[in-house]
């Protein structure tokens, strides 16, 4: 599978919903997520870089190293509208399947470069189809492409964690998006820095 996009999720107040798709087919699996959650994947497609290693950078660097490499995600169990998955883990040619949050999960993959799986049984419950003009191009090689489908940050985004450059070059990037509502965020945080220098 592979991310295709997020947005703001109409039927819980202050969630996402992550889109993943299947490799090869029209389906989306519509996966609610926390703001918090919603964050660290957007920091990855976005390609933003923190002033300091956020937690799934963090599990990642500390992953990294002590040896152990993240093979790939598993969505392996959906009950009660609540998806489970496993992170399958190598150090030193064992395997070990730890429980995740699907959320945390995926963006961990993002971060590793691995492989994202889903039980057919599950798609077949909870896929949706989207119709062919709205679909997003599928990554070639199952990498992430550039048009990944943007929304806007969670309103609980962490602009503390970015340099004060870093905040501009967003500010601007969100203007040339009709982003306004994200860049009055911006523009506060970079506001409350300068007055503090």
Excluded at 79 to 91: D, N
Excluded at 99 to 113: P, Q
Excluded at 179 to 195: C, L, M, P, T, V
């Amino acid at each position: 599978m592979f991310v295709a996009g997020m947005s703001y999720s109409q039927s819980q107040s202050g969630a996402y919903a992550l889109f993943l798709g299947v490799v090869g087919e029209e389906k989306r699996l519509p996966i609610i997520i926390g703001g918090f959650e919603a964050q660290a994947i957007a920091i990855f497609l976005e390609k933003m870089k923190p002033q300091r290693p956020l937690t799934h950078d963090l599990f990642k660097n500390f992953a990294t190293n002590f040896g152990v490499r993240l093979k790939e995600v598993v969505i392996n169990k959906f009950e009660e509208g609540i998806f489970y998955s496993k992170l399958v883990c190598e150090k030193d040619g064992k395997i070990v399947e730890i429980d995740s949050r699907t959320s945390d999960a995926v963006a961990l993959a993002l971060r590793f470069g691995c492989s994202i799986y889903a039980n057919a049984a599950i798609i077949d419950e909870a896929g949706i189809v989207i119709e062919e003009s709205d679909t997003e191009p599928e990554p070639e090689n199952e990498e992430l492409s550039e048009e990944l489908h943007k929304e806007p940050l969670p309103s609980d985004f962490a602009y503390e964690d970015f340099l004060l450059e870093e905040l501009e070059e967003m500010l601007r990037k969100a203007i040339e998006e009709e982003n306004y509502e994200e860049a009055s965020r911006i523009r506060d945080e970079i506001k409350r820095r300068k007055e503090k220098l």
